[in-house]
Structure formats: C-alpha cells, structure tokens
C-alpha cells in the first residue's frame, strides 16, 4: 500500500513538472540555428526547430501530414498550429530531458493562440530571444546557403519573399506582445558569431 502511495505521488509529481522553454525568434538567416547549437553545446538544452521538425515529418514514408506540410513550405505559408505543437510534444517527451530552445516558433497568432492551448499548463516560457537582422542581410545568407548546398528547398529568392512577407505581418506582432510582457531579450545578430554568442551566454548564465 506504501509502495503503490509512493509510485503515485512520484508519478504526480512527474506530471507536475513542467518543460522549460526559450522561444528563439528572427528573420531567416537571422543565425537562430547557429546559437541555438552553441546553447545546446555549452548549457544542455534541447535544440528543437520547428522548420525541421515539419521537414522531418514531411520526409517521412507514409507520414499522414507530409503531403499538407509539403505544400504549405512550398508556398512560405504556415502549417496548422496542431501539427506543429503534436510535433513538439512528441520531441519534448522522446528527449526526456527539461530544457528546450523551441527555434522558429510561434510564427504568428495562431501559432501563439495554439500553442498555449496545447502547451500552456505543460510549459514554463523562460523568455524569447530574438536576434535582429537586417532583411538585405538575412536574404544573402540564405541564398549563400543555398548555393552552398543547405538542401533546403526555400532557400530561394520566391520562397525567401514569401517567408519575409510571412515574418514581417505575422511573426513580428507576436514578437511585439511578448516584448509587452517584458519577456524579449534582444540580440544584435549582425555581429561575428562568437562576439553574438558572448552576449547570448549571460541570458543563461
């Protein structure tokens, strides 16, 4: 009977736990990926993209959702929010591990909305970090990385106009809201990688 008390209360309070999460926001080309694998390195969180995540699942032989996910990041245009968060929380749950950077997301209000229906109660949102980068700049990085072989389809001046239509209307107000609630921690993203990461590194210290 103690045993069966102890094994609940301990499953309790596992369920009680919640994920810790930093909302890693920008431009395409902005570098969140580059960051993002330097925190992963020096301070063992989780790297989580929603961009690849969505790939992945596309990827994916017989996938159910690859077909609608395929057309929306051929179009630049935004994948259902319940797909996305399904997609996270599978991630989350397989790492078994506490602290996640969620790279890419929430892109708009939709995803925002969705996201704290999904994973409101399951999430403790840490901050957003936000890297600002001029439009010119981020549109040569991604074309240079294309041409050097990224393997990523949208990284084409179409797809890129599109994206950046997408960032600008859409992502940027929720960028905004979070910054209301004084949850935004800028960073100048021109600078050399290793001079940015510098800055980075106090916000997890």
């Not at 094994?7 to 810790?20: D, E, F, P, Q």
Request: contains cysteine; charged residues 30%; aromatic residues 8%.
């Amino acid at each position: 009977m103690v045993v069966s008390w102890v094994s609940r209360t301990v499953h309790s309070l596992v369920m009680a736990a919640k994920y810790n999460v930093v909302f890693v926001l920008g431009g395409p080309g902005a570098g969140k990926g580059t960051q993002c694998a330097k925190i992963v390195e020096k301070f063992g969180y989780v790297h989580l993209s929603a961009g690849d995540l969505l790939r992945e699942e596309r990827a994916k032989s017989g996938s159910e959702y690859g077909e609608l996910i395929d057309g929306h990041i051929k179009n630049g245009t935004i994948v259902p929010v319940e797909i996305t968060c399904r997609l996270l929380e599978r991630a989350m749950k397989n790492s078994e591990k506490n602290d996640f950077l969620i790279d890419g997301f929430p892109r708009n209000k939709n995803n925002y909305e969705g996201w704290n229906k999904e994973m409101g109660d399951k999430t403790d949102l840490k901050f957003v970090l936000f890297f600002t980068c001029p439009l010119e700049v981020c549109t040569q990085r991604c074309l240079d990385r294309g041409a050097a072989g990224s393997g990523r389809t949208d990284d084409n001046i179409e797809s890129l106009k599109k994206r950046f239509d997408t960032y600008m209307n859409a992502t940027m107000p929720i960028i905004e809201h979070y910054e209301s609630k004084g949850l935004v921690r800028t960073i100048d993203a021109t600078r050399d990688v290793d001079e940015i990461f510098d800055e980075v590194s106090k916000l997890f210290a």
